[in-house]
């Protein structure tokens, strides 16, 4: 097995690195805990996981056996001392990690890639089993008190005589010592400079810093018979969608952020920052299932749908949300605003009737104010309306006088007074009179213009001019901003007045 030394302790040095590493991150990490990883637990075990975050007592010994277990255990491995009961309690404690989000055909989140049954969990428990068993230990400081036992004892009965190689061997077994120091000196200046991971590969963190930092708890409202929080999530961003002008590096520039796992992120802060709802586009709905399956989320799904035009079924998509277990459904805003141009009001009629007769609450959004007033007109009402609602005193809005109807999602000019992916809410007085005499919960969108206009004035002017709940897009570094500036603008509305609904 002599052969087999040097590769053993490579092994044992690498793993050994990796578990010190997570624990000395989530040491020195700013506010650091398991909670959010063991809250959003699935599988079997889940309800395990769920009692011990449900608990700050019980978190406290969890989150210090965590960090003390990864420290001491990777401590044990790299020096190579009682590292036979390290690569056992090692293999123990990544076996917990395992089950806590087990990859049975849905990616672990904070992995690397879609796995199935095998993930880099697993194959690392096997690695410590492994060495656990193997009679060979490779070179480290047990090696090292080997000799120094068998120098100590009398000659006659000495094992083997101490001879050079035997300084040669003690040498051997000294050589992770350095190799620690090189490792810590090098993780020290690089986390100096580029600061701590936020997520790594044993656990999942919410930024809790940035959580502490909320001021209160966001005012809910109902639709139908779900009770929603007055902000909610847009999914415009982490579907990767951009309204940027002219700026065509945004919407690229959107996916290559909004990974997979970073939209998990998101969505897990905004859930703790109490966003409990979030509005998709039709092809984000397969992201959302596998979110909700993966951490066992609560967060209310509200799907938009349209019409496939290649197929003669125009509820597909409605079928589509259905099976895939969204709780609202609307029509998306463009395809109510295209239908109503092109004088297909049955249309209209025909999903609201069937997505109620599934029993779900049926919305409808528009662009353009028209759309509403015409379908009020041949009597579709919805059970809620979601209208694009800002103000248009902002730099890029093309003048009013060149606004026409359904230009939103239309043609692109290059004449700086005509539309250009620039104005959202092409008419916002006639659509405050359209709210302020809706008698169903109205939810504004593009609130801030796609930007164009701060969220302390956007919010406010769609909240006073009658919205029940806003829609707004957000990165993961402005969920919790945004939060507070819902809190403190409900909280302070002076002008309002039409009644809350919903």
Not at 152 to 169: F, G, H, K, M
Not at 274 to 279: D, E, K, L, P, W
Not at 370 to 379: A, H, R, V, Y
Not at 475 to 490: A, E, G, K, M, P
Request: proline share 3%.
């Amino acid at each position: 097995m002599k052969d087999f030394k040097l590769p053993i302790t490579i092994l044992r040095v690498a793993i050994g690195w990796h578990f010190l590493y997570e624990g000395l991150i989530k040491l020195f990490g700013d506010n650091w805990t398991a909670e959010g990883f063991l809250s959003s637990s699935t599988g079997f075990l889940a309800d395990v996981y769920h009692w011990l975050a449900a608990s700050p007592a019980r978190m406290m010994v969890v989150d210090f056996l965590n960090i003390w277990g990864l420290i001491l255990i990777g401590l044990a491995l790299f020096v190579g001392l009682f590292d036979k009961w390290a690569s056992f309690f090692g293999a123990l404690l990544l076996t917990l990690y395992y089950f806590t989000y087990p990859p049975f055909g849905i990616s672990l989140l904070g992995s690397d890639g879609t796995t199935f049954i095998i993930n880099e969990l697993f194959i690392e428990a096997v690695v410590l089993l492994f060495l656990f068993s193997c009679r060979e230990r490779g070179y480290g400081l047990e090696g090292l008190w080997q000799i120094w036992k068998e120098k100590r004892r009398p000659v006659r009965s000495r094992t083997y005589p101490i001879s050079t190689d035997s300084r040669r061997e003690a040498l051997k077994n000294m050589a992770t010592l350095p190799l620690l120091g090189v490792f810590g000196w090098s993780a020290y200046e690089s986390n100096k400079r580029y600061a701590l991971d936020g997520m790594t590969s044993a656990t999942v963190q919410v930024n809790q810093q940035l959580l502490s930092e909320l001021k209160g708890e966001l005012p809910m409202g109902k639709i139908g018979n779900h009770q929603l929080s007055r902000l909610i999530m847009g999914g415009n961003l982490i579907g990767g969608w951009a309204h940027a002008r002219d700026l065509l590096y945004a919407g690229p520039l959107f996916k290559a952020y909004n990974t997979e796992k970073k939209v998990f992120e998101t969505l897990m802060l905004c859930e703790q920052a109490g966003i409990n709802s979030i509005n998709i586009g039709f092809p984000t709905i397969s992201t959302m299932v596998k979110y909700k399956k993966l951490t066992g989320s609560k967060i209310k799904v509200i799907a938009q749908v349209g019409i496939k035009e290649e197929s003669k079924d125009i509820y597909e998509d409605v079928s589509v949300a259905i099976d895939s277990g969204m709780d609202i459904i609307q029509l998306q805003g463009n395809w109510c605003d295209w239908l109503v141009r092109d004088k297909r009001l049955d249309v209209i009629e025909k999903m609201m009737d069937r997505i109620r007769s599934q029993g779900y609450t049926a919305g409808m959004g528009a662009h353009t104010v028209d759309s509403f007033i015409l379908c009020e007109e041949n009597g579709i009402i919805p059970d809620y309306y979601m209208k694009t609602m800002h103000h248009d005193n902002y730099w890029s809005a093309h003048p009013r006088e060149n606004r026409v109807a359904f230009e939103v999602d239309g043609k692109l000019h290059a004449d700086h007074n005509r539309f250009h992916d620039n104005c959202f809410c092409p008419f916002p007085d006639r659509t405050v009179d359209f709210v302020n005499r809706a008698q169903v919960p109205v939810v504004g969108f593009k609130v801030l213009a796609a930007g164009a206009i701060p969220p302390e004035d956007g919010f406010n002017w769609a909240f006073e001019n009658g919205a029940d709940f806003i829609c707004v897009g957000m990165f993961d570094f402005q969920v919790v901003s945004d939060v507070n500036i819902c809190i403190d603008t409900l909280n302070n509305l002076k002008n309002r007045q039409r009644q809350w609904y919903g």
